[in-house]
DNA sequence: CTGAAAGCGCTTACAG
DNA sequence: CTGAAAGCGCTTACAG
């Protein structure tokens, strides 16, 4: 079934029923409603393949994963920017395609969209100067960053407001009179972290403390890391911990109790992401909007491949206070859960 | 940069550039070597849409995700499989393609196919007697199930022994001196639904006791249901439930501890699918290897892609016993966090 | 508004 | 072992 079969029973010429599909206002009504009743009857569908050979699109965005943050595969944030990736890229006509790569091999992508698999890409788990960037820039390949990396060139991005988050979750912590706050953030390299560590500064500087250097913590968004972490953070008698992803709070949660500490009663503790469980666990939390960014990532690079201007854009985080926080609001999880239903 | 560039450059036809590429075994070592360092020192790489046109096949495996089942993108099962799926694929120099559709939208995959955007399909969240499983085999195109459908055609599948599992979880606790077992399970039309009530059917004929058909619940597979259910689980006077996935389990502590109710003191309760979260909140679970279904899944597709037989796959399961169960081994979690890590 | 023809970049059957 | 040529199924500039 070819788009030579549908010229021949409508009596026209391919060139004709390819108008009918791409350019459907070049052609007559009649001929128009001839062709379109033989495609609907027998269900033809255009080769997309021919169709990019032709046009030079794919119609693919593409979304490379380092196996080494293999991580992120479990992480409920992946799933969500997948979801609204998709959403968006659906409404456009255009699909997801997804690859691996070691580390920040630049080559993965190179040789993607060199050989025609995408037309751009999505990138995410930055680094500050990620020669990702730079390489997707010099061979001109549209692409969107999840996230705000330093960089010397510039580019267009879907970002959540991280130095805002962690600014509002810390001075709610010195708020609630807290004196010794540590900070279990993510590696140094990648620039969310550098983003957290940003606001973690801010609002001491706001309330004129300093930071004590030995208080920040810097490891994988691992569980382990967070258990391992909080565990030297105690050593420094810390009355409070901040931790650059509920995942890591989760570990720290562990090595908490195991330090005969309840989060809430005998220190305060809050977490980054929302995920599911931390409502369970009565973790505190800043929360992103990880659909909406990936939503908007896929439509700002799907307007760049298209030829239109976009605007990057930032998105709001929100402070959610559960009981791990002391002198916290303390809302009761079953309450909450409770509206929520109610919601719904 | 195209296959005539490389001819050029090293004095030879196309099709023999062609087939250093494809077929090396044809071509006279020198003739090769030459060729093979033109196309290192200028970086080509073959426009796959070009060579998909031609060989009529496009190098992408499709996983389709029901916008209505959207939570799926949430769970860590999801994340598991496409780590999976993406590492096999990738070995074999195929891709991952991503697509939505409206519940049980047969069409979606027909029209991928036909478009000619993927070689073939891995299908997930499966029900009994799924049309798509009808319409795919008619239409002759290949995939994989994840999971055991009932069926009228014969298909290749990867799956998890969901029976058994469901099997060891209701006889430890029945062993374990339970009375009144309920069981909250997924939605009933699904195949995997009707797997965990067969091995919960099977413990309780093993142990000549009988069901009380009122104490088998059926909701989605979420923490919502699997509160509201264990709030009507409780007014039938039950000793344990079981969950059919963690997530509902994270609902149903909560309801429970609104009932005053602590998990491994006043009542026993297991779950499914063992997702991180679940070590944390000491609860029981039944443990499915989902990374290494995703990558049996990937093989078989790829295989049957490419002509060659193969055969369906189930992997077991394991049952993992925290605090969540009365009489259980009382692990204590912190212990097992700290094999774990040492293990690693 | 419509058609004939060229061409997108490959692969492979055929001939030598 | 190698080359010339056909053809995969489309789209679109050109001509009418």
Redesign the pocket.
């Given at each position: 079934?070819?788009?030579?079969d549908i010229?021949r029973l409508s009596?026209?010429?391919?060139?004709?029923?390819?108008?009918v599909?791409?350019?459907p206002?070049?052609?007559?009504?009649?001929?128009?409603r001839k062709v379109l009743e033989v495609i609907e009857r027998l269900g033809?569908?255009?080769?997309v393949?021919?169709?990019s050979?032709?046009?030079?699109k794919t119609g693919n965005l593409g979304m490379v994963i380092s196996v080494e943050s293999g991580s992120i595969f479990e992480s409920p944030y992946f799933g969500l920017l997948m979801k609204g990736l998709t959403t968006i890229a659906e409404k456009h006509g255009y699909h997801l395609i997804f690859s691996t790569c070691h580390l920040s091999d630049v080559s993965a992508y190179k040789s993607l969209f060199k050989k025609?698999l995408v037309d751009g890409f999505v990138v995410v788990d930055v680094l500050d100067f990620d020669p990702r960037i730079a390489l997707l820039k010099k061979e001109e390949i549209p692409f969107v960053i999840v996230g705000r990396p330093m960089s010397n060139v510039e580019y267009i991005y879907a970002d959540s407001d991280n130095e805002g988050g962690t600014y509002r979750a810390t001075r709610y912590l010195i708020e609630k009179g807290h004196k010794r706050l540590a900070l279990i953030n993510g590696p140094k390299r990648m620039s969310v972290s550098r983003h957290r560590f940003e606001g973690f500064k801010k609002a001491h500087k706001d309330f004129r403390r300093s930071i004590e250097p030995s208080l920040v913590f810097e490891g994988k968004f691992t569980e382990e890391d967070g258990y391992r972490l909080t565990k030297m953070a105690l050593e420094k008698n810390v009355d409070a911990i901040l931790y650059s992803g509920d995942v890591m709070a989760f570990g720290g949660i562990k090595a908490l109790r195991n330090a005969g500490l309840e989060p809430g009663r005998d220190i305060s503790i809050i977490g980054f992401d929302d995920v599911p469980a931390s409502k369970l666990l009565e973790l505190s939390s800043v929360r992103q909007p990880v659909e909406n960014i990936g939503k908007k990532a896929a439509e700002l690079l799907i307007k760049m491949i298209e030829g239109e201007r976009v605007h990057s854009k930032v998105f709001p985080t929100e402070l959610i206070i559960r009981k791990s926080v002391r002198g916290g609001e303390n809302e009761s999880p079953q309450k909450e859960l409770d509206n929520d239903f109610a919601r719904r």
């Open positions: 079934m070819k788009i030579r010229a009596g026209v010429s391919v060139a004709t029923v390819s108008r599909l791409n350019h206002q070049m052609v007559r009504e009649e001929t128009k033809y569908e255009p080769n393949v021919a169709r050979l032709r046009t030079r025609s």
